[in-house]
């Protein structure tokens, strides 16, 4: 029943993510085109947008007209995706690394703890939005890169903020596993570095890869929420300089931190255009927190229920005391 029910957290956590993903894909390839209601003309006469949800619009629409689950949709590929992909970069760079920093020597790992610890103490957002604020805020002479330019150095440059602190969880797991018996029993043995990663280390550490995979997608994602708020948008972040009137800074993709941060005050006015992105926000958090859960019920051993011994009908016969159990030893007294 629990490993039924880890493999219904999975299906849950990861079937949200992939539907969302393969739907958005899908979306774009069929042109993205938002579908955009103006007014309407109904039994209370004519209204203008923004809608509130309804029957005819679930999510309602923006200022705009344009329908919000829509952008959603659009938007779902360049947030989850652009948080899959910073994870995919830290994790490959903080694998190489923390695995290393495992083997090094005492002293030396002891040095390099110290400077890398130092990054549990810094916010990571503030970290990206001074790195990422030269790169991603129009200047009044626009922009010197391409969207794809500044959307990849992005994910480089969040992937590298990430990097010390998930080493550190790896090399940490790496170390408690070459302090175990065996790899000392292999190492009297003459077993090399790589013998020891290849044979002993990496099938003991790989299932709690798995489990750090989703941290670290949730810790990507959170990253980039933060930055939306901060009005570093995804992608970069279209500023007026116009002197007679301007808008607001808005994205330049449908990225839903973007558009939180863009329609923060929204949710006093016309609360769906706020809460809609981070309804689908929040359900992508919990659905990477079930996908992490699942994992630890199956890939953990210490999170795994003991099974219980079936007692057999045969023992519980044999442990009964009736007075049949007992026989007379020796010879009778007569009277």
């Known amino acids: 029943m629990t490993t039924l029910k880890n493999w219904l957290l ?92 495992g083997f090094w020597k005492p002293a030396v790992r002891r040095y390099s703890d110290k400077v890398l610890m130092g990054f549990y103490f810094i916010p990571q957002s503030i970290i990206a939005y001074n790195v990422l604020y030269p790169l991603l805020w129009e200047t009044e002479d626009g922009f010197t890169t391409t969207l794809n330019e500044r959307i990849i150095w992005t994910i480089l440059v969040l992937a590298f903020i990430m990097l010390p602190t998930t080493a550190i969880l790896i090399s940490n797991e790496t170390k408690e596993i070459l302090g175990k018996e065996f790899i000392a029993g292999a190492r009297v043995l003459g077993g090399s570095r790589f013998f020891l990663f290849w044979k002993h280390v990496l099938p003991h550490l790989k299932g709690r890869l798995f489990i750090l995979f989703p941290k670290l997608v949730i ?69 990477l927190t079930a996908t992490t859960k699942g994992l630890e019920g199956l890939l953990d051993p210490s999170v795994k229920p003991q099974k219980k011994k079936a007692v057999s009908s045969h023992h519980q016969a044999s442990s009964s005391v009736t007075p049949e159990s007992f026989q007379r030893v020796g010879k009778e007294v007569s009277s």
């Open 10 to 101: 999975i299906g849950f956590g990861a079937g949200f993510i992939l539907l969302m993903l393969g739907w958005s894909i899908l979306f774009h390839y069929k042109g993205a085109e938002i579908p955009k209601t103006v007014m309407t003309n109904g039994d209370d006469g004519f209204a203008a947008a923004p809608f509130s949800p309804s029957s005819q619009i679930p999510f309602g629409t923006d200022r705009d007209g344009y329908h919000m689950f829509y952008k959603v949709l659009d938007g779902a590929v360049y947030t989850l995706g652009a948080a899959i992909a910073i994870s995919v970069v830290a994790f490959l760079l903080a694998f190489l690394v923390g695995v290393l920093m």
């Open 219 to 287: 810790q990507a994602l959170l990253i980039i929420a933060h930055l939306g708020f901060f009005t570093i948008y995804f992608g970069g972040t279209d500023v007026c300089y116009d002197l007679y009137g301007c808008d607001p800074p808005k994205p330049f993709i449908q990225e839903w931190a973007s558009i939180m941060g863009t329609n923060y005050s929204e949710i006093y006015n016309a609360w769906w255009i706020f809460m809609t992105p981070m309804l689908f926000f929040s359900l992508a958090i919990i659905a």
